[in-house]
């Protein structure tokens, strides 16, 4: 199984609701990350959790939170976002953060924010 | 810290000709660099990585990358183009400096025409 599911798949939200988008890996990565990418641009890393344990958040708003329940699962709740955040979420995961291993890629989450 | 840039937006090329997608690296140390092709509406899918040894490596569905350290170059390279190829593909380097993040190029957007 080399497969990185998201769910949904399409979400629309008001800037006052509460979401959360759901990632989903049992290839045994201890690494797992947050992407947003916007249309014809690359993804922008937006958090990076190793071994469960948050490592990295690329000065990201509050209204974004992730979250690891344990090591298959990575959600992101969403809060009171805005327009702009509109975008591509990419959840992805790899063996670990080594430098010589490859990062799998769910096939993303489109965002819509009303 | 490390990047990687793709200095075409957009390449087009007949069905059956060889293709070619440059990238260029800017590294302090070993390049640890990746190849991902994106179809409309999809995720990342990994084609291939360099790490270190030959120059030439092989990866998914028929494409291959040169690595060439004089010239600090990663280009992704397929012999005979298939209209099914054409998608947005993104080079990418693992930073070491910072906590092996991997880094994306800009994207460039292939084309292949019947």
């Known amino acids: 199984d080399t497969e990185v599911t998201q769910t949904p798949k399409h979400l629309v939200m008001g800037m006052t609701n509460k979401k959360s988008l759901k990632c989903e890996q049992h290839?045994?990565?201890?690494?797992m990350y947050w992407y947003k990418q916007k249309a014809k641009k690359p993804p922008e890393l937006m958090f990076v959790?190793?071994?469960?344990?948050?490592?990295i958040n690329e000065s990201v708003p509050s209204r974004f939170s992730p979250e690891c329940p344990n090591s298959s699962l990575l959600n992101l709740h969403l809060h009171a976002l805005q327009p702009e955040d509109s975008a591509l979420y990419l959840c992805?995961?790899?063996?670990?953060?080594?430098?010589?291993?490859?990062?799998?890629f769910g096939q993303g989450t489109r965002l819509t924010v009303v | 810290a490390q990047s990687v840039a793709q200095p075409e937006d957009q390449v087009n090329v007949a069905e059956g000709n060889p293709l070619t997608v440059k990238c260029t690296y800017s590294?302090?140390?070993?390049?640890?660099l990746f190849w991902y092709v994106q179809y409309p509406n999809r995720g990342l899918q990994f084609l291939l990585k360099?790490?270190?040894?030959?120059?030439l490596v092989k990866g998914s569905y028929g494409f291959e990358a040169e690595f060439n350290k004089s010239q600090t170059s990663f280009h992704l390279k397929k012999p005979s183009a298939l209209v099914s190829d054409s998608a947005l593909y993104f080079c990418?380097?693992?930073?070491?400096?910072?906590?092996?993040?991997?880094?994306f190029g800009a994207g460039t957007r292939l084309t292949v025409k019947p």
């Open positions: 959790y190793s071994y469960e344990k948050l490592s």
């Open positions: 990418a380097v693992r930073d070491t400096f910072r906590n092996n993040d991997m880094r």
């Open positions: 360099y790490i270190t040894g030959d120059n």
């Open positions: 290839m045994g990565h201890r690494a």
């Open positions: 590294v302090s140390g070993n390049p640890y």
């Open positions: 992805a995961s790899s063996l670990e953060r080594g430098p010589n291993t490859e990062a799998f």
